[in-house]
Protein backbone atom coordinates (compact mmCIF):
# COMPACT_ATOMS: atom_id res chain seq x y z
CA UNK A 1 0.00 0.00 0.00
CA UNK A 2 1.34 3.14 -1.26
CA UNK A 3 1.21 6.60 0.10
CA UNK A 4 -1.74 7.70 -1.98
CA UNK A 5 -3.40 4.28 -0.94
CA UNK A 6 -3.08 4.98 2.60
CA UNK A 7 -4.62 8.56 2.30
CA UNK A 8 -7.67 7.27 0.10
CA UNK A 9 -8.33 4.30 2.90
CA UNK A 10 -8.02 6.63 5.97
CA UNK A 11 -10.56 9.18 3.87
CA UNK A 12 -12.72 5.85 3.05
CA UNK A 13 -12.72 5.14 7.38
CA UNK A 14 -13.54 8.26 8.58
CA UNK A 15 -16.55 9.53 5.79
CA UNK A 16 -18.09 6.00 6.40
CA UNK A 17 -18.52 6.52 10.59
CA UNK A 18 -21.99 7.77 11.41
CA UNK A 19 -19.81 9.67 14.71
CA UNK A 20 -18.05 11.68 11.86
CA UNK A 21 -21.06 13.31 10.69
CA UNK A 22 -22.55 13.87 13.98
CA UNK A 23 -19.58 15.38 15.31
CA UNK A 24 -19.39 17.38 12.29
CA UNK A 25 -22.90 18.23 12.44
CA UNK A 26 -23.07 19.13 16.34
CA UNK A 27 -20.15 21.31 15.66
CA UNK A 28 -21.83 23.66 12.79
CA UNK A 29 -24.78 23.60 15.39
CA UNK A 30 -23.27 24.44 17.85
CA UNK A 31 -20.75 26.80 17.05
CA UNK A 32 -23.51 28.94 15.05
CA UNK A 33 -25.21 28.67 18.27
CA UNK A 34 -22.48 30.19 20.79
CA UNK A 35 -22.39 33.28 17.98
CA UNK A 36 -26.26 33.65 18.40
CA UNK A 37 -25.61 33.72 22.25
CA UNK A 38 -22.76 35.53 22.31
CA UNK A 39 -23.71 38.40 20.37
CA UNK A 40 -27.91 38.35 20.28
CA UNK A 41 -26.74 40.76 23.78
CA UNK A 42 -23.42 41.94 22.91
CA UNK A 43 -25.22 45.89 22.47
CA UNK A 44 -26.13 46.17 25.90
CA UNK A 45 -22.65 45.31 27.09
CA UNK A 46 -21.33 48.22 24.31
CA UNK A 47 -23.79 50.73 25.74
CA UNK A 48 -23.31 50.40 29.23
CA UNK A 49 -19.20 50.47 28.89
CA UNK A 50 -16.96 52.72 29.51
CA UNK A 51 -14.94 54.63 26.79
CA UNK A 52 -12.37 52.70 27.15
CA UNK A 53 -14.48 49.60 27.01
CA UNK A 54 -15.76 51.08 23.70
CA UNK A 55 -12.24 51.76 22.35
CA UNK A 56 -11.40 48.12 23.08
CA UNK A 57 -14.42 46.78 21.45
CA UNK A 58 -13.63 44.00 18.60
CA UNK A 59 -16.48 42.50 16.98
CA UNK A 60 -14.57 40.30 14.85
CA UNK A 61 -13.63 38.67 18.07
CA UNK A 62 -17.65 38.71 19.50
CA UNK A 63 -18.30 36.45 16.36
CA UNK A 64 -15.46 33.98 16.48
CA UNK A 65 -15.68 33.16 20.54
CA UNK A 66 -17.44 29.81 19.00
CA UNK A 67 -13.84 28.62 18.89
CA UNK A 68 -13.99 27.77 22.80
CA UNK A 69 -16.33 24.97 22.18
CA UNK A 70 -15.14 24.07 18.52
CA UNK A 71 -12.03 23.44 19.81
CA UNK A 72 -13.53 20.53 21.86
CA UNK A 73 -16.13 19.23 19.20
CA UNK A 74 -12.69 18.89 16.74
CA UNK A 75 -10.64 17.67 19.46
CA UNK A 76 -13.16 14.86 19.69
CA UNK A 77 -13.15 14.33 15.91
CA UNK A 78 -9.19 13.97 16.20
CA UNK A 79 -9.59 11.64 18.55
CA UNK A 80 -11.44 9.17 17.14
CA UNK A 81 -9.86 8.38 14.11
CA UNK A 82 -7.64 6.69 16.26
CA UNK A 83 -9.50 5.29 19.42
CA UNK A 84 -12.50 4.00 17.34
CA UNK A 85 -9.96 1.32 15.83
CA UNK A 86 -7.86 0.97 19.17
CA UNK A 87 -11.83 0.74 20.79
CA UNK A 88 -13.18 -2.00 18.37
CA UNK A 89 -10.13 -3.83 17.61
CA UNK A 90 -9.75 -2.82 13.96
CA UNK A 91 -6.64 -1.61 14.42
CA UNK A 92 -4.69 -5.02 13.78
CA UNK A 93 -6.91 -5.39 10.81
CA UNK A 94 -5.83 -2.01 9.85
CA UNK A 95 -1.86 -2.85 10.61
CA UNK A 96 -1.76 -6.21 8.45
CA UNK A 97 -3.07 -4.16 5.28
CA UNK A 98 -0.70 -1.29 6.19
CA UNK A 99 2.41 -2.71 8.24
CA UNK A 100 4.06 0.72 8.16
CA UNK A 101 3.03 2.64 10.82
CA UNK A 102 4.31 5.51 10.16
CA UNK A 103 2.62 5.55 7.26
CA UNK A 104 -0.31 5.30 8.49
CA UNK A 105 -0.13 7.46 11.33
CA UNK A 106 0.83 10.19 8.81
CA UNK A 107 -2.27 9.65 7.09
CA UNK A 108 -5.10 9.62 10.10
CA UNK A 109 -3.07 13.05 10.59
CA UNK A 110 -3.41 14.69 7.40
CA UNK A 111 -7.31 13.41 6.52
CA UNK A 112 -8.03 14.27 10.21
CA UNK A 113 -6.30 17.96 9.56
CA UNK A 114 -7.17 18.50 6.49
CA UNK A 115 -11.32 17.96 7.70
CA UNK A 116 -10.49 20.01 10.78
CA UNK A 117 -9.55 22.85 8.50
CA UNK A 118 -12.39 22.68 6.09
CA UNK A 119 -15.20 22.40 8.43
CA UNK A 120 -13.21 25.33 11.23
CA UNK A 121 -12.61 27.34 7.93
CA UNK A 122 -16.74 27.15 7.18
CA UNK A 123 -17.96 27.87 10.87
CA UNK A 124 -15.11 30.60 11.47
CA UNK A 125 -16.94 32.37 8.04
CA UNK A 126 -20.42 31.44 8.89
CA UNK A 127 -19.84 32.73 12.53
CA UNK A 128 -18.50 35.70 11.17
CA UNK A 129 -21.25 36.59 9.05
CA UNK A 130 -23.92 35.80 11.12
CA UNK A 131 -22.23 37.53 14.37
CA UNK A 132 -21.82 40.69 12.04
CA UNK A 133 -25.40 40.87 10.99
CA UNK A 134 -27.04 40.73 14.56
CA UNK A 135 -24.54 43.22 16.12
CA UNK A 136 -25.55 45.32 12.90
CA UNK A 137 -28.99 44.70 14.05
CA UNK A 138 -28.67 46.26 17.46
CA UNK A 139 -26.83 49.46 16.24
CA UNK A 140 -23.41 48.81 17.55
CA UNK A 141 -19.75 49.20 15.40
CA UNK A 142 -19.91 45.68 13.27
CA UNK A 143 -17.07 44.54 10.78
CA UNK A 144 -16.87 44.11 7.58
CA UNK A 145 -14.66 40.85 5.68
CA UNK A 146 -12.57 43.74 4.15
CA UNK A 147 -11.37 45.28 7.57
CA UNK A 148 -7.80 45.33 9.04
CA UNK A 149 -7.35 42.07 10.35
CA UNK A 150 -10.39 40.37 9.90
CA UNK A 151 -9.29 38.12 6.72
CA UNK A 152 -6.52 37.21 8.78
CA UNK A 153 -8.64 36.52 12.07
CA UNK A 154 -10.88 34.13 10.20
CA UNK A 155 -8.04 31.97 8.44
CA UNK A 156 -6.40 31.80 11.89
CA UNK A 157 -9.48 30.83 13.87
CA UNK A 158 -9.27 27.68 10.80
CA UNK A 159 -5.78 27.21 11.35
CA UNK A 160 -6.39 27.14 15.46
CA UNK A 161 -9.02 24.57 14.91
CA UNK A 162 -6.74 22.21 12.86
CA UNK A 163 -3.70 22.04 15.15
CA UNK A 164 -6.22 21.46 18.30
CA UNK A 165 -7.42 18.38 15.52
CA UNK A 166 -3.60 17.56 15.12
CA UNK A 167 -3.36 17.41 18.66
CA UNK A 168 -5.72 15.14 19.67
CA UNK A 169 -4.70 12.78 17.14
CA UNK A 170 -1.84 12.73 19.04
CA UNK A 171 -2.92 12.56 22.43
CA UNK A 172 -5.59 9.64 21.17
CA UNK A 173 -2.44 7.67 19.87
CA UNK A 174 -0.36 7.86 22.91
CA UNK A 175 -3.54 6.84 25.29
CA UNK A 176 -5.27 4.72 22.78
CA UNK A 177 -8.96 5.55 24.70
CA UNK A 178 -11.24 8.46 23.64
CA UNK A 179 -12.18 9.06 27.39
CA UNK A 180 -8.63 9.55 28.33
CA UNK A 181 -7.39 11.59 25.47
CA UNK A 182 -10.32 13.91 25.98
CA UNK A 183 -9.98 14.13 29.63
CA UNK A 184 -5.94 15.29 28.38
CA UNK A 185 -7.35 17.60 25.84
CA UNK A 186 -10.09 18.85 28.08
CA UNK A 187 -7.23 19.97 30.67
CA UNK A 188 -5.08 21.47 28.26
CA UNK A 189 -7.48 24.31 26.74
CA UNK A 190 -9.00 25.01 29.83
CA UNK A 191 -7.84 23.77 33.01
CA UNK A 192 -4.26 24.45 32.43
CA UNK A 193 -5.17 28.09 31.63
CA UNK A 194 -7.22 28.58 34.27
CA UNK A 195 -4.54 27.83 37.02
CA UNK A 196 -2.12 29.69 34.84
CA UNK A 197 -1.25 32.03 38.17
CA UNK A 198 -0.27 29.36 40.30
CA UNK A 199 2.79 28.36 37.83
CA UNK A 200 6.14 29.75 38.37
CA UNK A 201 7.42 32.94 36.78
CA UNK A 202 9.95 31.12 34.76
CA UNK A 203 7.17 29.18 33.00
CA UNK A 204 4.43 32.14 32.06
CA UNK A 205 6.56 32.13 28.59
CA UNK A 206 4.73 28.79 27.45
CA UNK A 207 1.08 30.34 27.69
CA UNK A 208 2.02 32.82 24.76
CA UNK A 209 1.76 29.82 22.97
CA UNK A 210 -0.77 27.65 25.01
CA UNK A 211 -4.35 26.92 22.93
CA UNK A 212 -6.94 29.45 25.11
CA UNK A 213 -4.69 31.90 25.94
CA UNK A 214 -1.69 33.14 23.78
CA UNK A 215 -2.51 31.29 20.44
CA UNK A 216 -6.34 32.45 21.03
CA UNK A 217 -5.34 35.95 20.47
CA UNK A 218 -5.35 34.85 16.31
CA UNK A 219 -9.36 35.63 17.12
CA UNK A 220 -8.88 39.48 17.72
CA UNK A 221 -8.07 42.07 15.60
CA UNK A 222 -7.46 44.95 18.05
CA UNK A 223 -4.20 44.43 19.43
CA UNK A 224 -3.30 42.64 22.80
CA UNK A 225 -0.75 44.02 24.77
CA UNK A 226 -0.57 40.76 26.55
CA UNK A 227 -0.02 39.29 23.12
CA UNK A 228 1.09 41.50 20.47
CA UNK A 229 2.10 38.86 18.01
CA UNK A 230 -0.71 36.40 17.50
CA UNK A 231 0.58 34.55 14.29
CA UNK A 232 4.19 33.92 16.34
CA UNK A 233 1.94 32.63 19.15
CA UNK A 234 0.00 30.60 17.00
CA UNK A 235 3.07 29.55 15.40
CA UNK A 236 4.50 28.32 18.64
CA UNK A 237 1.21 26.08 19.62
CA UNK A 238 1.83 24.29 15.88
CA UNK A 239 5.60 23.77 17.47
CA UNK A 240 3.92 22.25 20.64
CA UNK A 241 1.30 19.98 18.63
CA UNK A 242 4.24 18.55 16.64
CA UNK A 243 6.40 17.77 19.50
CA UNK A 244 3.42 15.78 20.92
CA UNK A 245 2.88 14.13 17.43
CA UNK A 246 6.29 13.14 17.33
CA UNK A 247 6.32 11.44 20.87
CA UNK A 248 3.06 9.66 19.09
CA UNK A 249 4.82 8.59 16.78
CA UNK A 250 7.91 7.32 18.30
CA UNK A 251 4.79 5.27 21.05
CA UNK A 252 2.89 4.01 17.91
CA UNK A 253 5.93 1.95 16.44
CA UNK A 254 6.93 0.63 20.03
CA UNK A 255 3.78 -0.95 20.64
CA UNK A 256 2.68 -4.40 19.43
CA UNK A 257 -0.17 -3.09 18.40
Known amino acids: MNTVNALQA ?3 KLRSLRSTWYTIGCLMVLGVGITVLSTSKAGEDYWSGTAADRAAWDPTTHS ?7 QLIIGVLGILVVTSEFATGLMQTTLSANPRRNRLLAAKAVIATAVAAVAGQLLMFASFFIGQALLAGQHVPYAHLGDPGVLKAIVGGGLYLSAIALLAVGLGTILRATAGALAVLVGIVFLVPALGGLFPSWMQGVFDFWPTLGAAAIFGTVPDPDF ?15 AVLVAAFVVFRRRDV
Open 10 to 12: EWI
Open 64 to 70: LKTFIVA
Open 228 to 242: PHPWLNIGGLWVGVA
